[in-house]
């Protein structure tokens, strides 16, 4: 598979007055194109370091960052702000959402930061299209005020892939929910990244997290240690969201899969997953 992300002998320290911290020591990571990679460990192990060293937020004091083809590492400031733009979808533990403006506002304006220079109309529907898929469409003229945590962080997620990323950068999207919120939107993240063609690559200790996820880094006292890759144990769950992806774009009545609701092919198993992708095939 192409690599997307290659960090080399990348370290970090950060000097507290007389004394240096050592968050990130030699680590070497590898993400392939449209993986789904959990940087997984406990709060204070360096995930948010390691998450703004890809987004060149900071700086290594030793390694290379290859990120998209372009050694972030080497490159002047305003180069990585745009680098940010045209490939990059952030999505911060704090949701940085502008209170004085509607989701919907706030996610043009982001649009415009990132030159967004298409047709009004185009930006309303891919705007709808976001909102829609998140399951926050009736929420586009609500203010932040008035949506709840888990509506918050999926308006993020929607802004961060209002500019087509290559890469969606999570940073514990979990962390301030409840459980029933945390698996909403970690069902939402499974099913952007089984429908789409983008890299998810998400920091959190949340378990439900690491039962999604394809590949697994464990950061703690041993450094960054690649953990498991369960590619094939998702293998059905990514045809069920790309049958369900096929459903919206296809014409009404033209497909075998016609027949099935969203839950429907959800709940099937292997052997009726099969006989569905014979019925494409053919």
Not at 120 to 128: A, G, H, L, S
Request: charged residues 35%; contains cysteine.
């Amino acid at each position: 598979m192409e690599q997307i992300v290659r960090l080399t002998n990348v370290s970090k320290k950060f000097q507290l007055f007389w004394e240096e911290l050592v968050i990130l020591k030699e680590v070497n990571l590898e993400v392939d194109r449209n993986e789904l990679v959990l940087l997984y460990g406990p709060s204070g192990s360096g995930k948010t370091t390691l998450l703004n060293l890809l987004t060149g937020l900071l700086h290594p004091n030793e390694g290379k960052i290859e990120v998209a083809g372009l050694y972030i590492d080497l490159i002047e400031d305003r180069e990585k702000a745009d680098f940010r733009s045209n490939y990059l979808g952030i999505v911060f533990q704090e949701n940085n959402l502008v209170s004085t403006l509607t989701v919907k506002e706030n996610i043009i304006l982001f649009q415009e930061l990132c030159g967004f220079d298409g047709e009004e109309e185009e930006r309303e529907k891919k705007i709808d299209k976001l909102l829609k898929r998140l399951k926050i469409d009736n929420r586009k003229d609500s203010f932040p005020a008035q949506l709840s945590g888990g509506e918050k962080k999926r308006v993020a997620i929607a802004r961060a892939l209002s500019n087509d990323p290559y890469i969606l950068i999570l940073d514990e999207p979990t962390g301030n929910l409840d459980r029933e919120s945390a698996d909403v939107l970690c069902d939402l993240i499974n099913e952007i990244f089984t429908t789409t063609d983008i890299t998810v690559i998400v920091s959190s200790h949340d378990q439900k997290m690491k039962e999604i996820a394809s590949t697994i880094y464990k950061i703690g006292s041993q450094g960054v240690v690649l953990e498991e890759e369960h590619l094939e144990r998702r293998k059905k769950d990514d045809i069920k969201y790309r049958i369900i992806s096929s459903m919206e774009t296809q014409e009404e009545g033209t497909g075998p899969d016609d027949d099935y609701t969203e839950q429907e092919i959800m709940n099937m198993t292997e052997e009726e997953i099969d006989f569905i992708e014979e019925e494409q095939e053919n």
